[in-house]
């Protein structure tokens, strides 16, 4: 059977990089056996709610599964990656990181190196305008989940990200110089819908809710529909 | 297998596939793989193809000005990198990245040092299809031409032949494959031999054409045409 491209699984935040990392991963090849989410050892989950991404697995059809990372994060991710490889026989790990976080290493990176699973990472260091209408041009339906102040107000809470916010982060960018794709936090998504989903994820009731900086979207009930 | 890796590993976005064709036949350069294909295969993998056309036999001055006016051209429209296939030829490697240097463009190689009989074996297990079209004759006999890459070739390669082909010793057309939208269809033509004797001079632009270099002179080649299937033939 087919040895490197079967034994593949993906990192899983539910937000757009993920996703565009799974079908950009799933177009090279890659057969990807389950999703994976690393969690804190104290989950708040803000920006990415576990009980959306059960949603999210469940219209893909694929297994999810989340491994706790055990501070300090070097050991931890360590020990998480070389579970996968030992007791689960994965080879590959994708992630939709796209660039280092404020000049701090890439941990899965790192740690895959070291633990010896290979790393497929679609996204890095691309050009993040060419990215956002990637998302945009392939339908995916994309929401604003999260977002920090200064550069947002809780106005784009349960916002699409589609050509006219785009259009918006880009002004926002130019002006502040926050990361087009928010890969420093300034803003997470969620996903609910995109190519490769069976069905289309409706959010049916929610509240906004702040902490510190953060405006983030308590979802309360979702829902399924055909599409 | 190149623009494959590039795409898994990120790092770049690809603006554009760059071949070097021959004018005359329309066909690309040491293949001999006719251009209609060519330009079904970069349409069903979704990238821009930019053609090279070159003279019959370029001599390595004609080769190197046709290659820099080209990346001079793609260069002003903002392209910085230009990525190789080349898997362990070290000198290969330098004059690349020498003649992008010239021109203030990088040289990548995302393959470079990968064993290839692990590429190939990644290649197979992928799902791409490849067909050989051009053999050389101090290497492999004319059996080998419009074989696909799979199992059974690979354990029918002489010891003496890389797993890739790397000191050209077989070309391919990949027609299919996870980064194609569709397969490419064609159907198997005639095999031909063709010799090419060759100044020295023109064996270094064969050379540039990455092509073999061990022996410059009395290079036989075994080709096996690929005829495109016509569009509304397909659809009948």
């Avoid at chain 1, 990176?109 to 290979?118: D, H, L, Q, R, T």
Wanted: some cysteine; hydrophobic content about 40%.
């Amino acid at each position: 059977m087919n040895q490197l491209s079967g034994n593949a699984v993906a990192l899983w935040t539910g937000g757009k990089d993920s996703c565009l990392a799974l079908y950009e991963a799933r177009r090279l090849g890659y057969q990807i056996k389950g999703l994976i989410t690393f969690t804190p050892s104290d989950p708040q989950f803000l920006a990415h709610p576990l009980h959306v991404m059960k949603y999210q697995t469940e219209v893909l059809q694929i297994s999810h599964d989340t491994i706790e990372i055990i501070q300090p994060f070097n050991e931890g991710y360590k020990s998480a990656l070389r579970f996968l490889k030992e007791q689960c026989g994965v080879s590959v790990v994708i992630t939709g990181d796209i660039d280092e976080i404020r000049a701090h290493p890439n941990w899965v990176k790192e740690c895959a190196a070291f633990v010896g699973i290979e790393v497929v990472t679609p996204l890095w260091k691309r050009n993040r305008k060419e990215l956002l209408e990637k998302l945009i041009a392939n339908k995916f339906k994309i929401i604003f989940s999260c977002v920090k102040r200064p550069w947002f107000s809780d106005s784009w809470l349960g916002c699409d990200l589609d050509t006219k916010a785009a259009e918006r982060l880009y002004e926002i960018s130019e002006e502040t110089g926050m990361d087009l794709c928010g890969e420093n936090g300034e803003y997470h998504t969620t996903v609910l819908d995109c190519p490769l989903f069976k069905r289309t994820i409706v959010l049916n009731d929610f509240s906004k809710e702040t902490k510190d900086s953060m405006i983030y979207l308590k979802v309360k009930k979702l829902s399924l529909v055909n599409k | 297998m190149c623009l494959h890796k590039v795409l898994t590993l990120g790092e770049h976005s690809v603006s554009c596939l760059l071949t070097s064709v021959n004018e005359k036949y329309r066909r690309i350069s040491m293949h001999g793989v006719r251009v209609e294909l060519l330009d079904q295969q970069a349409a069903s993998i979704g990238i821009p193809l930019v053609k090279m056309l070159m003279p019959e036999m370029p001599d390595m001055k004609t080769y190197e000005t046709i290659m820099k006016e080209t990346l001079v051209r793609l260069k002003n429209r903002g392209m910085e990198v230009s990525v190789f296939g080349d898997i362990f030829l070290e000198d290969l490697r330098n004059y690349r990245e020498n003649k992008l240097a010239e021109i203030n463009m990088k040289a990548v190689f995302p393959l470079w040092k990968i064993p290839t009989s692990q590429l190939i074996r990644q290649f197979v297990d992928f799902g791409f299809k490849a067909v050989i079209v051009c053999v050389n004759d101090r290497f492999l006999d004319k059996s080998f031409v419009g074989r696909v890459i799979d199992d059974s070739f690979l354990k029918d390669l002489p010891d003496n032949v890389d797993s890739c082909g790397e000191y050209g010793e077989f070309h391919s057309f990949v027609y299919d494959g996870p980064i194609f939208k569709k397969p490419i269809e064609f159907q198997v033509g005639e095999i031909v031999h063709r010799r090419y004797s060759l100044t020295q001079q023109d064996s270094s632009s064969q050379y540039a054409c990455n092509s073999v270099n061990s022996s410059p002179f009395d290079n036989g080649f075994w080709y096996r045409d690929l005829i495109p299937i016509a569009e509304s033939r397909r659809i009948v």
